[in-house]
């Protein structure tokens, strides 16, 4: 029994809630009984009020700028720690000791190779396809290859299907990579790290040895620290929505890619970059900023505002900075950063932006890193999907796992016609 109750008052009749408490940050109001007792729904469009589940993965405080995972801060774990760690310990909860990682590791990069025949599923898109709908079509067409990992209900299956789905992203973008670039695709080299072997699948090929240089190689497995989960967003609630009606695994991620790709989530970062470089220079700001504020302008700043931070967004910070490093060790520049932080300096000391609480969020200076380490735009998200199926796969875990999960189904206010008969086509 909760300690907590909340008592909702309708035409003088009243209805009580137990309220629940999690380890930190609001509390719940448990309303799964008001339908029951009250014949009335809830009315959120966009959930902007709503907690949709019960998670220890990943908390954020908007109004502080705060992100952690399983309890650590996105800060420290981009900092010390690695992908393959991180990742470690959002599936199972804790930081791995060596043997741990060394072991995980291992496995994930055992599983890195794809069959071969769905290499001919590239062949069917044109070359200048957009990466983010090969990658929809190809993980939604691995259910078709690895039958023997699609029983969710076997915990065997859920584990083998996760680590299958973590260490063939970075080959399924790589490929996607090359084939828009009608290179041949390079196979995966396991001495090499995660994210070693990522940049050599991409950048590599056949006819000459690929060095991975490790400022960049850092750079780039910080980023996917960055992007590996973020609580109930778009895409991670579009997964466990399609988990929740036990849908196979990779079907499940294949709907997150495609919620992930909308401009508005992780489609923001190429957005960004094509924002950056329209504006050109830090002169035409103002002009665009104007835009960004006008009403009856579709226009918005790209890699800015939040739904949960009313705050920096702590990635940003991070990647911000890696921008820097990236440009030091790859001895570059450009000169679209200036424009960035510009831009950024101008935003965060106008009243329309300031009143919003509208800050850069993590698609702002990814871009500007990326396309310096070489990968075009229209790869900025299939990297962010590449990521973020870490989370993905954690969180569509925790809900499998959880012997209470319903399939989602929410209901609606509806506004359309009252029943009416059927009218002959004669008599219209
Ligand atoms: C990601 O949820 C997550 O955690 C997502 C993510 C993750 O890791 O999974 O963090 C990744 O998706 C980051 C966000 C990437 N998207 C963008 O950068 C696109 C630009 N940003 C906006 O479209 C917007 O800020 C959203 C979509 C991110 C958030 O939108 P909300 O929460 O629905 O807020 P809103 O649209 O209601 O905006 C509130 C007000 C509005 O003005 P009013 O109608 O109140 O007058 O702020 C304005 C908006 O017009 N506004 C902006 C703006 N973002 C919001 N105005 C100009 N430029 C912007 N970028």
């Known amino acids: 029994m909760a300690d907590k109750q909340a008592t909702l008052t309708v035409d003088g009749k009243s209805y009580d809630f137990p309220v629940l408490e999690g380890s930190v940050g609001p509390d719940v109001i448990?309303?799964?009984?008001?339908?029951?007792?009250?014949?009335?729904?809830?009315?959120?469009?966009?959930?902007?009020?709503?907690?949709?589940?019960?998670?220890?993965?990943?908390?954020?405080?908007?109004?502080?700028?705060?992100?952690?995972?399983?309890?650590?801060?996105?800060?420290?774990?981009?900092?010390?720690?690695?992908?393959?760690?991180?990742?470690?310990?959002?599936?199972?909860?804790?930081?791995?000791?060596?043997?741990?990682?060394?072991?995980?590791?291992?496995?994930?990069?055992?599983?890195?190779?794809?069959?071969?025949?769905?290499?001919?599923?590239?062949?069917?898109?044109?070359?200048?396809?957009?990466?983010?709908?090969?990658?929809?079509?190809?993980?939604?067409?691995?259910?078709?290859?690895?039958?023997?990992?699609?029983?969710?209900?076997?915990?065997?299956?859920?584990?083998?299907?996760?680590?299958?789905?973590?260490?063939?992203?970075?080959?399924?973008?790589?490929?996607?990579?090359?084939?828009?670039?009608?290179?041949?695709?390079?196979?995966?080299?396991?001495?090499?790290?995660?994210?070693?072997?990522?940049?050599?699948?991409?950048?590599?090929?056949?006819?000459?040895?690929?060095?991975?240089?490790?400022?960049?190689?850092?750079?780039?497995?910080?980023?996917?620290?960055?992007?590996?989960?973020?609580?109930?967003?778009?895409?991670?609630?579009?997964?466990?929505?399609?988990?929740?009606?036990?849908?196979?695994?990779?079907?499940?991620?294949?709907?997150?890619?495609?919620?992930?790709?909308?401009?508005?989530?992780?489609?923001?970062?190429?957005?960004?970059?094509n924002m950056l470089q329209e504006i050109g220079t830090p002169d035409r700001i103002p002009h665009f900023i104007e835009r960004a504020k006008d009403k009856n302008d579709p226009f918005r700043l790209m890699g800015f505002g939040h739904r949960v931070y009313k705050n920096y967004d702590p990635r940003a910070t991070v990647m911000q900075k890696t921008v820097r490093e990236v440009f030091d060790a790859l001895k570059v520049t450009d000169p679209i950063f200036e424009t960035a932080l510009r831009l950024e300096e101008l935003a965060l000391h106008d009243d329309y932006f300031v009143e919003k609480k509208l800050f850069p969020n993590v698609d702002f200076y990814s871009g500007i890193i990326l396309s310096a380490i070489g990968f075009p735009t229209t790869m900025f998200t299939a990297l962010f999907a590449l990521a973020r199926t870490v989370g993905w796969v954690a969180q569509w875990n925790e809900m499998i796992s959880d012997p209470g999960q319903k399939i989602g189904r929410p209901r609606q206010l509806y506004t359309g016609p009252t029943q009416r008969d059927y009218v002959p086509v004669a008599k219209r």
């Open 30 to 273: 448990d309303i799964r009984k008001l339908y029951g007792q009250s014949h009335m729904f809830t009315y959120d469009p966009g959930f902007t009020s709503t907690g949709s589940c019960e998670s220890s993965l990943t908390y954020i405080d908007g109004e502080e700028g705060v992100l952690l995972h399983r309890g650590y801060p996105i800060g420290q774990l981009a900092e010390h720690s690695s992908f393959m760690e991180t990742a470690y310990l959002l599936l199972n909860g804790e930081l791995p000791n060596q043997g741990e990682l060394d072991t995980f590791t291992r496995t994930i990069s055992r599983h890195t190779m794809l069959h071969e025949q769905l290499a001919t599923f590239y062949r069917g898109f044109r070359r200048d396809a957009h990466p983010m709908a090969i990658m929809c079509g190809v993980v939604g067409a691995l259910s078709a290859f690895y039958h023997d990992s699609t029983d969710i209900a076997d915990p065997e299956h859920r584990k083998i299907s996760s680590h299958r789905l973590i260490a063939k992203m970075p080959t399924i973008a790589a490929m996607a990579y090359k084939y828009s670039v009608g290179q041949p695709f390079v196979y995966p080299d396991n001495t090499l790290s995660y994210t070693g072997n990522f940049l050599r699948m991409t950048f590599g090929v056949p006819a000459e040895e690929y060095e991975v240089i490790p400022a960049v190689e850092k750079a780039m497995d910080r980023i996917f620290i960055l992007h590996a989960d973020h609580e109930q967003n778009a895409s991670t609630s579009t997964v466990r929505l399609a988990g929740s009606s036990g849908a196979n695994p990779f079907a499940c991620i294949a709907a997150g890619i495609a919620c992930l790709w909308g401009p508005a989530h992780g489609g923001a970062n190429e957005a960004a970059l």
